[in-house]
């Protein structure tokens, strides 16, 4: 069974960090992309990054490049968002999502979603 569990959000101020997971389970990472995309209230659903994990390539939104990472661990078979010089406005509910092999930028491209966690960039 196919399954994207995200955590580690929570209440951060504003300049702070947090890092995000996306657990895999029921499937290997590697060949797929993973995006991370992001919910506020009242808002349109936006990607935020995504990864495409059979060559490493990194994508952003430019309203969180330079601030944001992502990366993938194969042997825990998770993938992380780091975000950095946080700002009230990246509060949101983040999802994590596969798609094939390559990134796309529409969320009904990705087959499968997790459940999502709640990220407040708050003082």
């Known amino acids: 069974q196919v399954q994207l569990v995200e955590s580690g959000g929570g209440l951060a101020q504003p300049g702070g960090s947090l890092r995000l997971s996306c657990a895999a389970s029921?499937?290997?990472?590697?060949?797929?992309?993973i995006g991370w995309f992001r919910q506020a209230p009242g808002k349109e659903r936006e990607g935020v990054s995504c990864?495409?994990?059979?060559?490493?390539?990194?994508l952003f939104a430019h309203s969180v490049k330079g601030r944001f990472t992502i990366s993938v661990d194969d042997a825990k078979n998770t993938v992380y968002l780091q975000m950095n010089s946080l700002k009230p406005e990246d509060t949101a509910v983040y999802y994590c999502?596969?798609?094939?092999?390559?990134?796309?930028?529409?969320?009904?491209?990705?087959?499968?979603r997790g459940q999502g966690t709640q990220v407040t960039v708050s003082s």
């Open positions: 990864i495409m994990t059979s060559d490493g390539t990194t």
């Open positions: 029921g499937f290997h990472l590697g060949g797929y992309a």
């Open positions: 999502a596969r798609v094939g092999s390559v990134c796309r930028g529409a969320y009904g491209s990705y087959d499968y």
